[in-house]
């Protein structure tokens, strides 16, 4: 049984530190923002039982390092004293973003992207010259400080260097397999069936990895994007990718011929070294001129939205033209239209849609799309006692006895009440834990004054919600938007596999032992129960996640524990008695942090959290 990471409340000390709030959750750990006299700190969190030497290993490393583009250890420790139970890494604070997270919101020039690059290969050179290698290269293990744009190399979980004793007795050493280089893949397929063998990882897997980074920030697609794994691996194996300036036209041919040599298929013709990347991407930067200050990418716009070439709309759905990937700052989303205006005309906006409909369908969606805003018109004709006598119904809520949320989460807010969250299992591939600065929501939440009239369909509700906003000039501010998507645990889909669950398979569950109607749920972490038996996990099994508060309390489950002490990463959605993702919020608590719900939920097994 592999235990799940440590959840610790704001206000907790751990050796000095007082705990702020989470960063992020990975393999092996969880990482905390906390404080010591005042100054920030990264404190990891291992469970000792699982983690082994593994975390000596990675003090060992950091020990070791010493260098600007790395994140710096500040201190180590076991805790609580007396009957330890972790092990506790401090590290520096990086404010700043996930690689992935900047690259996406700032819409980086070649200059910069170029800039990051550089910074990433210095900190490889420093740890190869030293005997280190990170073995986990990759967007989300580099962060990008906020001050400066420095950017910096962080979790060395599951590296490795010169001399250290091994740790696995897998063919391939663990890390990523998407970011695996050529040769690991080849030694894979040739000795699979030999027993002992075992692939040692250099310098060249970091510098592909490395590559494989480069090549996205450039382009905003992956080098190799097939399929199925036997296919991909095949592909990194032996097809050369497209160039990235062949992907996109304003990379700069120089640049783009540095990510190429780091993309070689063999150790031999890849760059040498990583102190060799660090001296080809200091030439082209230093003859780097205007054209290198162009954004890599369109930015989010009206202007950007549908524009190609002269033909017409609808030549441009049926033929899928090739837009240039997008990035940057998001419009905030528009209020709803005027009722009157509403019910005559479609919004501009309704038609820059950016998936390519299948045929002529899209026709369909606009006829549908104005039947809709029909019925807002109509809406507001019949129902005026409705919209005069006091705020508009939400969303729908499950009939007596059969609806879904609550759980442990459900009554104090103490360390007591506190359920299990993620734990990602100890495999080949390792998501390991990052530094992250949580985004913060300032949307205000406004909840309705009156519940839903329960039987009322989806569509009556949803109708009467936007005739009631129309009518009485809802701001947009006033609707939180439900929490963007996210990659389930490493390793969730295939465990509920093994369990017998396919992707869309639904589950009753309940939130609260004692069994009440109507429960009290905070947001974070929150454990729900299996109600009975069937396909899949047995009754009672324990399912552990995160609420996340909005208009709507959404769920998502990443850790199964079943009665007999089996434990294994998982990908459930909760879904409320009638099918909407999330539960409706009971009137009673209008807090943005806390919600009443129904007791009875269904959990969906999905491929990722929308």
Not at 260 to 281: D, I, Y
Request: hydrophobic share 40%.
């Amino acid at each position: 049984m592999r235990p799940p990471p440590a959840i610790l409340p704001p206000g907790v000390e751990v050796l000095g530190y007082t705990v702020e709030c989470q960063l992020g959750q990975g393999g092996f750990g969880t990482v905390y923002l906390a404080r010591n006299a005042g100054q920030p700190f990264a404190l990891k969190l291992l469970h000792l039982s699982r983690v082994g030497e593994r975390v000596v290993r990675e003090v060992s490393i950091l020990l070791k390092l010493n260098h600007p583009n790395v994140a710096r250890l500040q201190g180590y420790g076991l805790w609580p004293s007396g009957a330890p139970q972790f092990a506790v890494i401090v590290m520096e604070y990086v404010d700043g973003r996930r690689l992935d997270a900047w690259a996406d919101e700032e819409n980086p020039s070649a200059r910069q992207v170029a800039r990051v690059a550089l910074n990433v290969a210095r900190a490889l050179a420093a740890s190869h010259a030293v005997g280190v290698l990170h073995r986990d290269v990759k967007e989300a293990n580099v962060m990008v400080r906020a001050s400066d744009g420095v950017a910096k190399l962080v979790d060395f979980g599951i590296g490795d260097y010169e001399g250290a004793r091994g740790l696995t007795v897998d063919i391939l050493p663990p890390g990523t397999p998407e970011y695996r280089a050529p040769e690991a893949w080849r030694f894979f397929r040739q000795h699979v069936h030999v027993p002992g063998a075992r692939y040692e990882a250099g310098p060249p897997d970091d510098l592909w990895a490395l590559g494989l980074v480069l090549y996205t920030l450039l382009t905003a697609r992956k080098p190799f994007d097939e399929a199925d794994d036997p296919s991909y691996i095949d592909a990194v194996m032996t097809r050369e990718p497209v160039p990235p300036h062949g992907e996109n036209a304003r990379v700069p041919r120089a640049l783009s011929d540095v990510c190429m040599r780091f993309l070689e298929k063999t150790p031999e013709t890849r760059t040498l070294s990583a102190l060799a990347a660090v001296t080809e991407l200091e030439r082209v930067l230093a003859d780097a001129d205007a054209t290198w200050d162009v954004p890599l990418c369109d930015a989010y716009g009206e202007d950007t939205a549908t524009t190609e070439g002269g033909r017409d709309s609808e030549d441009r759905w049926l033929h899928a033209p090739l837009y240039r990937p997008r990035r940057g700052k998001r419009a905030p989303p528009a209020g709803p239209p005027p009722a009157a205006e509403a019910a005559t005309t479609v919004p501009r906006t309704t038609v820059k849609v950016a998936q390519k409909p299948h045929g002529r369908s899209w026709r369909w969606t606009l006829v549908a799309l104005v039947l809709v805003l029909l019925a807002t018109g109509a809406t507001l004709m019949f129902w005026p006692s409705r919209i005069a006598g006091g705020a508009p119904a939400r969303q729908e809520v499950a009939a007596s006895g059969k609806s879904p949320q609550a759980g442990r989460a459900a009554a104090p807010t103490g360390p007591e009440a506190t359920a299990a969250a993620v734990a990602l299992p100890a495999t080949l591939q390792e998501d390991s834990a990052t530094v992250t600065t949580p985004q913060k929501d300032t949307q205000p939440l406004q909840l309705p004054q009156k519940p839903a009239k329960k039987g009322m369909g989806v569509m009556a509700r949803a109708v009467s919600m936007a005739a009631a906003c129309s009518a009485l000039a809802c701001p947009g501010a006033q609707v939180r938007q439900p929490p963007p998507p996210e990659p389930c645990p490493v390793g969730a889909v295939k465990a509920m596999a093994k369990w017998g669950l396919d992707i869309g398979d639904k589950t009753p569950v309940r939130f609260a032992p004692e069994d009440p109607r109507v429960v009290s749920i905070g947001e974070g972490p929150v454990e729900v129960h299996i109600i009975g038996g069937g396909k899949g996990l047995p009754g009672k099994t324990a399912l552990s996640g995160r609420s996340i508060m909005r208009d709507r309390v959404y769920v998502r489950l990443t850790w199964a524990t079943t009665p007999q002490g089996e434990s294994f990463p998982v990908c459930f959605d909760v879904h409320a008695e009638e099918g909407p993702r999330g539960m409706a919020r009971e009137p009673g608590d209008d807090s943005p942090s806390r919600a009443r719900i129904w007791t009875i939920g269904y959990v969906k097994a999905v491929a990722e959290f929308e």
